[in-house]
Nanobody, 125 residues
Framework: QFQFVESGGGLVQPGGSLRLSCVAS????????IAWFRQAPGKEREEVSC???????NYADSVKGRFTTSRDDAVNTVYLQMNSLTPEDTAVYYC???????????????????WGQGTQVTVSS
């Protein structure tokens, strides 16, 4: 079972950028996909991005063209580069290893995934 530690959040003005990091407690090599999720107050958790072991990526429509996820398996870390941020991006951001390949896992099984404490992103002027 993984444990994850997210960092890099903060307060940023609209149009600004942040880079989030997700460090896993053990190796993410060996076919593990890693996904970023976010949850805003009063809203359901939503997947933002997912990166497969072959570095192919999926993105939510709301962040396509603005967010980029990448991974460095040598240091068990996945990143989320967020550009052109808007107030609608304000949320707590989490990472996890989804229970299957990007785009094909059973979302009902996410409750059994390991979740970190998250990192707060606030976009406000």
């Amino acid at each position: 079972q993984f444990q994850f530690v997210e960092s890099g959040g903060g307060l940023v003005q609209p149009g600004g950028s942040l880079r989030l990091s997700c460090v896993a407690s053990r190796s993410i090599r060996g076919g593990y996909a890693i996904a970023w999720f976010r949850q805003a107050p009063g809203k359901e958790r939503e997947e933002v991005s997912c990166i497969s072991s072959d570095e192919s990526t999926n993105y939510a429509d709301s962040v396509k063209g603005r967010f980029t996820t990448s991974r460095d398996d040598a240091v068990n870390t996945v990143y989320l580069q967020m550009n052109s941020l808007t107030p609608e991006d304000t949320a707590v951001y989490y990472c996890t290893a989804p229970p299957g390949p990007c785009g094909f896992y059973d979302k009902s099984l996410l409750e059994f995934s390991s979740w970190g404490q998250g990192t707060q992103v606030t976009v406000s002027s």
